[in-house]
């Protein structure tokens, strides 16, 4: 006999009450980090995500760091003390991201504030 399973029967996750975002932060963004953080294996979290958030962890980190980034642009941070304080390895990989994700280069975001 096939039973489906019903979502209101699924029972919780241990990571059901985790904040990721500001875990992600802690962990740098690294996905291996997370994992072991919140006590799962990779696999696991990649699971979790995709029905959490219906992005894959690495997804999810990389909008956080974008999100974070944004933040502290807000704030008046130069773009390449941002670009290094999330741990971007070059500032044009980061404006190429950031560009990306919102459409505009960072120093509109800082120029804002400032």
Same mark, same amino acid.
């Given at each position: 006999? !096939? #039973? /489906? *399973?019903? $979502?209101?029967?699924?029972?919780?996750?241990?990571?059901?009450?985790?904040?990721?975002?500001?875990?992600? &932060?802690?962990?740098?963004? !690294? #996905? /291996? *980090?997370? $994992?072991?953080?919140?006590?799962?294996?990779?696999?696991?979290?990649?699971?979790?995500?995709?029905?959490? &958030?219906?992005?894959?962890?690495?997804?999810?980190?990389?909008?956080?760091?974008?999100?974070?980034?944004?933040?502290?642009?807000?704030?008046?941070?130069?773009?390449?003390?941002?670009?290094?304080?999330?741990?971007?390895?070059?500032?044009?990989?980061?404006?190429?991201?950031?560009?990306?994700?919102?459409?505009?280069?960072?120093?509109?975001?800082?120029?804002?504030?400032?």
């Amino acid at each position: 006999m !096939d #039973v /489906a *399973r019903d $979502a209101s029967n699924a029972r919780p996750s241990r990571l059901d009450g985790v904040e990721f975002g500001d875990l992600a &932060f802690t962990v740098n963004f !690294d #996905v /291996a *980090r997370l $994992a072991v953080s919140s006590g799962v294996t990779v696999r696991q979290l990649e699971r979790h995500f995709r029905k959490r &958030f219906g992005l894959t962890p690495h997804e999810f980190m990389a909008r956080q760091r974008l999100a974070k980034a944004k933040e502290l642009l807000g704030t008046g941070e130069p773009v390449k003390a941002v670009c290094f304080a999330l741990s971007f390895k070059q500032p044009s990989y980061f404006t190429r991201a950031y560009i990306r994700f919102y459409g505009y280069a960072p120093k509109h975001d800082r120029q804002r504030r400032v």
